[in-house]
């Protein structure tokens, strides 16, 4: 599906802007801001940039989405929901936690508005083969700054890094390079590509 009407994807991309931010804040408050804080929630990190890609769309109003940026928000999004998803409520019948309304909106709602943006208002077909090795990269960065901030910054404890449920640094990039080409597969799938 691909809604062309601006005025309904600016509405909508306004009210993830409200949320996120409102994720974002309120995580930062309860948290407190800090090295730490930051580079130990890939979280914060995702829905920042989500922030300002879904405010360039709102601010340039392009002809239509650049399918490298696109992509990357997207899977980005989808793999927070996945990640906190399994971590809260993979859990038995009857023992769901109690989660604040930050981690709500930060960890759930917003990914899950960024995949509805991409399924309702994203023109498909746009990813190319290689997108997925671009939306790989924010991944490493964000592992490359926490070895650098546990190497040369004296803190009580280190950062954790970018590791799904204890695979490993590089399991990890796999995994999510995989996750970024399956999002390439249903992509063309739903652009009408039978390549």
Not at 154 to 162: D, E, M, S, T
Request: aromatic content about 16%.
């Amino acid at each position: 599906m691909y809604i062309r009407n601006t005025t309904i994807a600016v509405i909508f991309r306004v009210l993830f802007i409200i949320v996120c931010g409102a994720g974002l804040l309120l995580t930062l408050l309860e948290t407190g801001v800090s090295l730490n804080v930051i580079l130990g929630d890939f979280a914060l990190i995702v829905s920042v940039l989500a922030l300002i890609y879904f405010a360039y769309l709102i601010i340039a109003r392009p002809d239509y989405d650049r399918g490298a940026l696109r992509g990357a928000v997207t899977i980005y999004m989808l793999v927070v929901f996945a990640i906190y998803y399994f971590t809260y409520f993979d859990a038995p019948a009857g023992s769901l936690p109690q989660l604040s309304l930050a981690k709500y909106l930060l960890y759930f709602a917003a990914p899950l508005m960024a995949f509805a943006d991409y399924l309702l208002f994203c023109r498909k077909g746009d990813f190319t083969s290689h997108s997925p090795l671009f939306w790989v990269i924010i991944p490493i960065l964000f592992n490359l700054a926490v070895f650098l901030v546990n190497k040369f910054v004296a803190l009580p404890v280190g950062i954790v890094y970018f590791n799904l449920f204890g695979m490993g640094l590089v399991v990890t990039l796999l995994v999510f390079l995989g996750a970024s080409y399956l999002l390439f597969v249903v992509d063309n799938l739903l652009a009408g590509r039978r390549e």
